[in-house]
């Protein structure tokens, strides 16, 4: 749980364009940044299912679980972002920007960035280094090929290639070879 909040934490020190990770910049992100705040909730979830629900410690579950709710009730009222405890993110998740967000029960790779207003259906599988645009709609069932970008305002109901770059409603590849490192944020992708 916590090799992925730190690596949740690093995403979010460099998607915003900084160079320096400073202890006051780190401390800010901690404070104030929702989509950390929601991921890490969300990490707090799979981490008492997976390792206390059943075992030695299962007579601590129903507190963890308490607190589980508790944050994810917050997360969902304060900031607008749900995101179903069944889901399987990768380490490196990035939220860029609050309200509106619903990620069921799906499967989202490492490194990959989703902003305000989009929408990811249950069975949707999102390869790493994919790039979600607000206003998106990823329909159930969708899988999205690694390095994809989806643009802001696409409703996906068909499959995305791999570095391809799908637009519009309905989505369609408008391009094959597309680099969305820049959008990522990240040097190499």
Known sequence: ?????????QRHLCCDGRESNSIIWTLFIIVFAYGFHTSSVYRYGRFIDQRLKYGRLSFLY???NIFYSIGKLLTEKMYGIAI???AVIAEGFYIGHFGGIELGSCQIGKNCNVHQQVKV???CVLGDYVWVGAHAVLEDGLKVADHATIMVGARVSSPVGKHCLASGNPARIINKNYDNSRLLGIKEA
């Open 84 to 86: 179903n405890r069944n």
């Open 1 to 9: 749980m916590f090799d992925y909040i730190k690596a949740d934490l």
């Open 121 to 123: 259906g249950d069975g």
């Open 62 to 64: 129903p507190l963890a």
